[in-house]
């Protein structure tokens, strides 16, 4: 589900801040490296909005492809260090996962899906309570923030337990 840390008009980071290298370097990276992500901290500076890429999200799920097209992405944003607030780079990405560049282009340039994007952020910020991000949603529990494999085990565990008891 779409959420934007620093949403229009907020400005957002700059990578070579102290406060991104600060917290890549203590809690992203050796997350990160942990768990085998291959990831870093993107050099496109300052970093984009992502509502374009959300609303390009909107597309590319009306046409079955909002998985793919999400996880493309992400990588490349944080592995690639692309700039996805670009019209060019997202219509590539989209054309990638198999979506009609053209019509992708279209659809964003004229905005054809902020109403849509805007919904989904309504929805979480207003109806899932979504404060942060990742969040999880596990039946009746709601975490927030990274969790290890080990809580989200025993969280999907109860929770599938009381489901069989309700």
Known sequence: MPFELRPEPHETLRPEGDYLQRAWRQSVYPIARQMGVPIKLPT????????????????????????EYNHRVLVAFFVESRDIGDFGVLTKLAGEVGLDETEFEQALRSRKYRDAHRRALRHAYEE?????????VIGDQVLTGLQGRETLEAVIERESAAGRRG
Do not use: C, D, I
Request: hydrophobic share 30%.
């Open 44 to 67: 496109v500076s300052p970093q984009p909005h992502s509502h374009l890429a959300f609303e390009g999200y909107q597309y590319a799920r009306e046409h079955g492809r909002g998985n």
């Open 128 to 136: 899932a309570g979504v404060t942060g991000v990742p969040m999880f």
